[in-house]
């Protein structure tokens, strides 16, 4: 699905660079999430205390990406990258070096990973800048692919914690950050069409558009479905089906990789049949498997072919929303990046939490789940409420050289 002329339309060695930021980035962002069980054991935490340990990342990374977003208008992105990353090393090496004896210390580490998790509004202006429309769906599905380091974290953390105690995966993991920091470092590289930087008024005159807020809503679902089952179902796994660490974490590690790989197919098939057509497809889908997981399967195979499905769909909608996104606030696409990936960090957070308050309260997850496949629902509809006038408007044919 990619042509030629893709690959001469912009900068590829950026391309790359922003990727493998935000691969190792996504990786330690939700770290918590894998070793859950086994430093849920060591602190003696509840089940609430358990999903808020996991959602802490998730919304730290969410508030994080607002403040991205202006950085990498007023720094541009690949300062901008440069300084989280300098944060992250050393915050986990800090971690690493002195341990965590208590809830409190681990909520702080969570919010050092809250960090991580704002690259994605480093990673992606990065990308996009260097893109016309009609290529920014696969574009953005690229460097957004590198949510997949969401599967390294499942399908090692755990092991390695099981071989050398959780506090010291923590200190494996400044390797591959180290050498995505030399990387990023040597070759990307800030695009010479950047828009000029705006004062912080004009930044919150977006706010002010109808438009915006619907993306934020529709990534909010999209994204945070995805990093908030990624966050939580190594734990879900271990309490609902009595899996181990090791092997909660490889079922969990299935469902992110399937979420993480379709992300560039969604955003090439919006390109190909449009955003909108792609992504409501994708909403119908998500919620479908979302309550039929919600039902607590007889197996854990039948769960884990359910949360797939789920995975599949919300991967596909995160390419989907960020081919939209730049047809529609092309000139503001670093602080829409930000103010976009904020709510669908706002959105795991959510979904992160209410499942562990979900299962402390009820002794269920399926409320939490259920509460999420309904918004996956109203997004379908909201999305179908406005879809004649974005087509009819900026997405008119002769004002775009993408499809909306």
């Not at 449009?274 to 889908?285: C, D, E």
């Not at 997850?365 to 999420?372: C, D, E, I, S, T």
Request: hydrophobic fraction near 55%; charged fraction near 10%; glycine fraction near 14%.
């Amino acid at each position: 699905m990619i042509e030629k002329a893709f690959l001469k339309a912009g900068h590829t060695p950026t391309l790359l660079a922003a990727f493998f930021y935000f691969d190792t980035a996504f990786m330690v962002w939700v770290m918590l999430g894998p070793l859950g069980v086994q430093i849920a054991g060591d602190l003696h935490l509840d089940a609430g205390q358990k999903g808020l340990m996991v959602a802490v990342p998730v919304l730290g990374g969410a508030l994080l990406r607002v403040v991205n977003g202006v950085l990498v208008d007023h720094l541009k992105p690949k300062l901008a990258g440069l300084f989280g990353q300098v944060v992250v090393l050393a915050g986990l090496l800090i971690t690493w070096l002195h341990g965590v004896h208590s809830f409190g210390g681990i909520l702080l580490v969570g919010a050092v990973l809250g960090v991580a998790g704002a690259s994605f509004a480093v990673a992606l202006p990065l990308a996009s800048r260097w893109y016309p429309p009609e290529y920014q769906g696969i574009a953005l599905g690229i460097a957004g692919a590198g949510n997949s380091g969401t599967v390294l974290a499942a399908l090692f953390a755990p092991g390695l914690a099981a071989a050398f105690g959780w506090i010291n995966v923590f200190g494996l993991a400044l390797i591959p950050l180290a050498v995505a920091f030399v990387v990023y470092v040597v070759f990307a590289k800030d695009s010479p069409t950047a828009p000029p930087p705006k004062g912080l008024l004009e930044y919150l005159k977006v706010l002010r558009i109808g438009d915006a807020w619907w993306f934020m809503f529709f990534y909010s679902v999209t994204f945070g479905g995805f990093v908030g089952l990624a966050s939580s179902l190594t734990i879900y796994f271990n309490a609902e089906y009595g899996l181990s660490a090791i092997v909660a974490g490889y079922f969990t590690a299935a469902c992110v990789f399937a979420g993480s790989l379709v992300r560039p197919i969604g955003g090439a098939l919006a390109d190909r049949v449009g955003g909108i057509r792609a992504l409501s497809a994708m909403y119908v889908v998500a919620a479908v498997a979302l309550a039929i997981a919600s039902f607590h399967l007889p197996q854990a195979w039948m769960a884990l072919s359910s949360f797939v499905v789920g995975m599949l769909a919300l991967g596909m909608g995160n390419g989907s929303v960020f081919q939209l996104v730049p047809q529609r606030f092309r000139s503001e696409i670093g602080v829409m990046t930000g103010l976009v990936g904020m709510t669908g960090g706002l959105g795991g957070f959510y979904l992160a939490s209410s499942l562990g308050y979900s299962k402390q309260f009820t002794g269920s997850y399926q409320a939490g789940l259920l509460v999420f496949a309904a918004l996956a629902a109203v997004a379908l509809v909201g999305l179908t409420s406005i879809k004649t006038r974005w087509r009819t408007t900026w997405g008119a044919a002769g004002l775009s050289a993408a499809r909306i």
